[in-house]
């Protein structure tokens, strides 16, 4: 049960107005995962007026909403592709951008681990392959060397390739403050707003969605796991199939982020990148992903084999792991489809670009693609003037090793003391545009229930603070280490 009947925007100024309006907008995107956050944000920074719709009731509902939280360089990405391009871009802008916009940034490198003599003979060529991706501080290390890095390692280890770019980060406030940079700079966002239909009459779009109509002369599909069947709903084709990917995780409790330095990769295989093992930002160390494909595109559900089996596979690469709980569960999906690379095209006789089958590396390629797809919407579209001095929103901070709202005076009561959530942080997302209407969206804002105790002990005070706001029983739930 919704307990708003009307979607809203945001007109820059802090004002909330009815959808739809009778504004003609440069650009619509459609969908508020990391990737349409990223484009709005790039869009309204070159001067274009940009509306953002989305069919859920918070943003980063679908495919955004679980991941690893990596940002890779591109080292094992598939050579001479759209994708390794998007990602190396995307790592250099968010390691330009990331202070200006209060985003967290653990420098804690990766290790590509060999457990077989096989697995050791496959690490010059991704060695060669990083290289040839333009990430050169790639080099192969002893059995030995990575038995110091990671003393708690398993002795298993036969050797590793050391790839020091790779980073972790927030892998919600990251897209947030994507989007609110876009809103605060004009843009505006219409939520629980579904696209139904359209109409392109040679010069815009007149898009008709579940909450009235919304005109656009140009559209950027960012739909994620839904982008083929809105290809097919308003162009009349698509180009790609997404076959939806399940990634199962599960999160141990703090005590286990101590027991390991860097992110531990697997050698991958054509189908995967394999099972990671990996501290988190906000102190956990995390497990996953399994890939498992399947016919449903909302399906996002644990099963107890799979997990028991991340378990089993973490405690045989970190031992130590065996004595320590498992704090939550979660599982995401992934747009994967029958080709290798980006489906990113430009549809120039319609006015039309598709981001499409923006796999497993949307997080790292998100600010790339929005730069590509810049360059696409320049080549026909008319010239806007670029902001000259944009609003540079912050990011909320909820990594471990920052200073937290917590630690700042006027917080107000602890609310969730697993992972120190105030008062003060609750009631900040639960205003503005980008408001939590769902428990999950709540939790990807502060990490409100995502302790050890998964809400056992906060969750009445939460019934009273949200009451009115939405229902905190109904949606999914939100996960990430």
Known sequence: MLLFDHAINFDGGGCLANILTNEVFDLVVIGAGVVGCAVARRLTLAGARVAVIEKATDILDGASKANSAILHTGFDAPENSLEVTCI??????????????????????????????????KLENIAEKARNNDVEDVNIISAKTIAKREVELSDSALGALSVPGECLIDPWSAPYVYLRQSLENGGKIFLY??????NFDGESWKLDTTRGSIASRYVVNCAGLYGDRVDQRLLGSTTFNIAPRKGQFVVFDKAAGRLANSI?????????????????????????????????????????????????SGVEKIPALKNIPVTAVYAGLRPACEHQDYQIEKHADRNWITVG???????????????HVLALYEQSAPGHTTLDEPVHPQAAVLAQNEV?????????????????VSEREINR????????????????????????CQGFYCRARLE??????????NGKEAGCG
Request: aromatic share 6%; charged share 25%; net charge neutral.
């Open 464 to 473: 009273t603070m949200c009451s009115g706001k939405f229902d905190l029983f």
């Open 404 to 420: 937290r709202d917590w630690q700042r005076e006027h917080h107000g009561d602890i609310v969730c003391h697993c992972e120190l």
């Open 357 to 371: 089958a923006i796999r497993s590396t949307g997080l790292s390629g998100a600010l790339g693609i929005a730069t």
């Open 429 to 452: 997302a639960l205003e503005g545009p980008l408001a939590a209407r769902s428990l999950a969206g709540l939790k990807r804002q502060t990490r409100v229930t995502m302790g050890r």
């Open 193 to 198: 707003c579904e696209v139904t239909s359209g």
């Open 88 to 121: 190396r871009e995307g790592y250099r802008e968010y390691k330009a951008l990331y202070r200006q916009l209060g985003l967290t940034l653990d420098f804690s490198g990766a290790h590509v681990v060999a457990w077989t003599q096989d697995e050791v003979e």
């Open 264 to 312: 531990i990769l697997p050698v991958p295989t054509s189908r995967t990148k394999g099972v990671v093992v990996c501290r988190t930002v906000f102190g956990n160390l995390l497990v996953g992903p399994t890939a498992e494909d399947q016919q449903s595109r909302s399906d996002a559900s644990t099963d107890e084999a799979s997990l028991r089996a991340l378990i089993a």
